[in-house]
């Protein structure tokens, strides 16, 4: 699907436009620019135009990846997953970094909000780049997913605003995944790591 690679360097090409262009001609082709990014994958998604502009035009900056964090949370051999309400499929807890927050309580916050368990992040089990590990739908953001294992501290199964069911799954009844959120191949590379001691990390 090349193109959503290149919507998204298209959208990074006028994002750092706007962000830097001075000329009020520059500027008016950059929100071009603009406008025709978000009409392209208007006509490939079933979003309208102005929703994605919207989305769009928020970014604003030095266009970057944006960073999404995933708690991995383990009791014996079954993986903490939560049922988001957006598309009524399961997930590992987890979403976009708050700035003023390290990776590590980004992402205790998110299982805590996500789940109801309070958890410590153990360490960095890995990072994916989004756009080359099988998720669908594609993000016209650029997108860093990092992993954390985590101990459970405290804490009971909770829904949320975001989630409709909490439970612990073995690798082989794993429910209907959220591939918006993750991938069979990434819940499956969790539970081959979360065993491999620290020391071959170093």
């Known amino acids: 699907m090349k193109w959503i690679e290149w919507t ?3 959208q990074a090409i006028a994002q750092n436009g706007l962000t830097y262009a001075k000329d009020k001609f520059d500027i008016e082709r950059y929100q071009q620019l603009q406008d025709i990014v978000s009409e392209i ?18 970014e604003t900056g030095y266009a970057t990846p944006k960073i999404d964090v995933r708690g991995v ?31 590590s309580e980004n992402v205790e916050r998110e299982v805590w909000e996500e789940s109801g368990y309070k958890v410590k992040a153990k360490r960095l089990l890995a ?13 016209p953001k650029y997108v860093y997913k990092m992993f ?6 405290g804490g009971s199964p909770q829904t949320s605003i975001e989630t409709s069911a909490v439970e612990f799954f073995g ?5 209907e995944i959220s591939y918006t959120r993750v991938t069979y191949e990434q819940i499956k590379r969790m539970f081959e790591l979360k065993d491999i001691d620290q020391a071959e990390f170093d």
Not at 128 to 139: A, N
Not at 148 to 153: K, T, W, Y
């Open 127 to 139: 990072v994916y780049d989004r756009s080359r590990h099988g998720h669908h739908p594609e993000d």
């Open 148 to 153: 954390f294992l985590c101990d459970i501290v």
């Open 73 to 103: 949370v383990f009791k014996k051999d079954k993986i903490l997953m939560v049922k988001d309400k957006a598309d009524d499929r399961w997930t590992i807890p987890g979403g976009w970094a708050d700035i003023l927050q390290t990776p």
């Open 41 to 58: 994958i208007s006509n490939y998604t079933n979003h309208d135009f102005q929703e994605v502009h919207n989305y769009l035009s928020n």
């Open 171 to 175: 690798l082989h009844e794993l429910p």
């Open 8 to 10: 998204q360097k298209l």
